[in-house]
């Protein structure tokens, strides 16, 4: 029995829909046993700025700050594209991400048996893979800009990593794997690019505290072609930034519709940022057709990873499984033959089967 603090970022489009059917789907497990999750909303994103003119009040930050963790919906729509980049909603996600210090982004991409016919693969086997990204360092934030080069003016990006940075990242994965099937694929570039070769040292050193976790080296262009060709090869994948960006889209496609996909961003207290991996999906808004599937299963990673409560994140994946077992669909992963169900309704299934 725990009291747990949850600062709700509902934001713009189909968040705050998804948002109130994870809060639903946590009252329900709060009854059943016999938990409080208090839920106060920071209000950030598109809705911010129209309200405020800033995608990231300060008192919105602090209530992020002061919660034992978040929960978002998703922040965006195409008005907001023309605004200068510090007044844009997505600005409020890098800054939260950045206030709480999230190094870790956990994107775990898992095939129900129900949903074996969205996949795209024709054979995909067993899918069950955690990728691990570095969140906060890498090229995304090296130094940038524009310059005089030999073909005119050129851009260009700095990719740097440090010791320290991805030694954290390391100890996140191998910890993870130590929880999973204990295997950590390690992605780099080492065969061209110094940061990789860095980076392969440092995990490589880290994975000496981690014996009974088995470490694999795959380079980048291999790992692509590792995930099409055979996913279920993978337990938990670490990598950094730019090459976590790109695979953890590509794992996630593997598993189909990207309304069932849920993410947490962490580091080394218990406290993260919890949401799915879409976005705001503004066409859909607000006609009770989005999926909710993706930000309850994100609540269920807050239990889990944020709370401790196994046994409770377990009863709400049992029962979104069940409920897609029983043959509940939404729009998005739409099948012959089986009704569609409203964001509503399939929240109440799930909530029925807890
Ligand atoms: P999106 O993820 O919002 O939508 C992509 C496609 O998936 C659309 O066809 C959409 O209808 C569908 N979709 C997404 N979530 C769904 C759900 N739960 N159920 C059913 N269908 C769903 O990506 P986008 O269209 O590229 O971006 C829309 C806005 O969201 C943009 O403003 C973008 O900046 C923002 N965005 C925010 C986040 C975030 O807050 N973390 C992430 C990505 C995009």
Redesign the pocket.
């Known amino acids: 029995m725990g009291i747990y603090n949850i600062a709700v970022i509902k934001?713009d489009?189909?968040g705050p829909e998804?948002v109130e059917s994870a809060m639903d789907v946590l009252t329900k497990i709060g009854d059943r046993y016999s938990h409080t999750f208090a839920f106060n909303e920071s209000v950030c994103g598109g809705v911010a700025y129209d309200r405020y003119g800033e995608p990231l009040p300060k008192e919105s930050l602090d209530i992020c700050l002061m919660s034992d963790s978040v929960l978002?919906g998703?922040?965006?729509?195409?008005q907001?594209d023309n605004l200068p980049y510090e007044k844009r909603?997505?600005r409020a996600?890098l800054g939260v991400r950045k206030e709480m210090g999230l190094y870790a982004n956990l994107r775990p991409a898992k095939l129900f048996s129900a949903l074996s016919k969205v996949c795209p693969l024709k054979s995909p086997g067993d899918i069950d893979l955690l990728v691990v990204r570095e969140l906060i360092g890498g090229i995304y934030f090296g130094e940038k800009g524009m310059r005089q080069g030999k073909y005119g003016s050129e851009g260009y990006d700095i990719m740097a990593y440090g010791e320290l940075e991805v030694e954290r990242i390391a100890r996140v994965a191998f910890e993870l794997a130590q929880k999973r099937r204990g295997k950590v694929s390690s992605i780099d570039k080492a065969n061209v690019l110094k940061t990789s070769g860095l980076w392969r040292k440092c995990v490589h050193d880290v994975h000496s505290d981690y014996p009974d976790v088995q470490l694999e080296d795959v380079l980048v262009d291999n790992a692509a072609m590792q995930l099409v060709r055979e996913p279920s090869q993978f337990d938990v994948i670490v990598t950094g930034n730019l090459f976590g960006d790109i695979l953890s889209d590509l794992s996630a496609m593997c598993v189909g519709?990207?309304?069932i996909l849920p993410s947490a961003s962490i580091n080394e207290t218990t406290r993260g940022l919890y949401?799915?991996i879409?976005?705001?999906?503004?066409?859909?808004a607000g006609q009770n057709?989005?999926?909710p599937i993706?930000t309850i299963l994100s609540a269920a990673m807050m239990l889990r990873y944020a709370f401790n409560l196994s046994d409770e994140a377990d009863a709400i994946e049992r029962a979104v499984d069940k409920t897609l077992n029983e043959g509940a669909r939404?729009?998005?992963l739409r099948e012959e033959g089986l009704p569609v169900l409203g964001t509503k309704e399939m929240t109440e299934k799930i909530i029925n089967n807890i």
């Open positions: 934001g489009g189909i998804v978002l998703a922040v965006g729509g195409y907001y909603p997505e996600l519709s990207i309304g949401e799915p879409h976005g705001s999906a503004p066409t859909i057709i989005a999926n993706a939404t729009a998005d």
